[in-house]
């Protein structure tokens, strides 16, 4: 009974490990698909462009997340503080890089451009800014004007009920610094534009413009709603 017993607890204990093994490979991350070709963009954002932004800059941040990931278990596991404080700021700018492509990616169509047609997205819009140009316009110059590398935010203070245009330095993501839930981003990192339109950002983010797609944004309203 004994020997039968051992056996059943050395079975569960095989199938936990197991799960658990199961689980950290679920936990990596993965470079998204994008949902349109990398020439679906032109001429706004070029094939090359689109290509090495993707495949080579998200992926980095991907590859980059998922070590400083394995290195903080380990640390965790050895109680090693000072290692886990360490690794916060890899894991910021992985990580923030990671999340900030993936919106990037998603709110961007070939079909985009113009403005929301309807919903309580508009309708926001309309009541904070008056205008949609109103939007635009100060979107576009808190990205224009993002000193070195950042982003650009159009982003939704769930407490106040309030759309904010803010800024973000470097890859920090919006929600876990700010509070504020992300609708759409442009990033001005220079690795977004500068093989089409080198040291002329003003003309990149004037381009974003004809590529939003509303409606993914306008989903992503709904959500933080």
């Not at 059943?8 to 993965?30: D, E, N, P, Q, W």
């Not at 576009?140 to 982003?151: I, K, L, M």
């Not at 650009?152 to 929600?175: E, F, I, M």
Request: proline letters at 4%; aromatic letters at 10%.
């Amino acid at each position: 009974m004994l020997s039968s017993k051992v056996s059943v607890a050395k079975c569960a204990l095989t199938k936990s490990i197991s799960a658990l093994g199961a689980m950290g490979m679920r936990m990596k991350h993965t470079l998204p698909d994008l949902p349109y070709d990398y020439n679906a963009l032109e001429p706004y954002i070029s094939a090359d462009i689109m290509k090495l932004h993707h495949t080579k800059h998200h992926q980095t941040y991907v590859n980059n997340l998922n070590i400083a990931e394995e290195k903080l278990a380990e640390a965790m596991e050895k109680k090693d503080v000072n290692k886990i404080i360490q690794l916060q700021a890899a894991i910021r700018f992985n990580g923030g890089g990671h999340l900030n492509h993936s919106i990037f990616w998603e709110t961007l169509s070939p079909k985009g451009g113009g403005e929301p047609q309807d919903g309580a997205l508009k309708d926001l819009i309309l009541e904070e800014f008056v205008t949609f140009d109103a939007l635009k316009k100060a979107l576009t110059e808190a990205s224009v004007g993002v000193q070195g590398s950042g982003w650009g935010w159009l982003g939704y203070d769930k407490a106040a009920h309030s759309l904010r245009v803010v800024t973000c330095a470097n890859q920090d993501p919006l929600l876990a610094t700010t509070g504020l839930y992300p609708l759409f981003g442009i990033d001005v990192w220079e690795h977004a534009y500068y093989l089409q339109y080198k040291n002329v950002r003003p003309d990149y983010v004037n381009a974003i413009w004809h590529i939003i797609d509303w409606k993914s944004v306008n989903e992503r309203f709904k959500a933080a709603l």
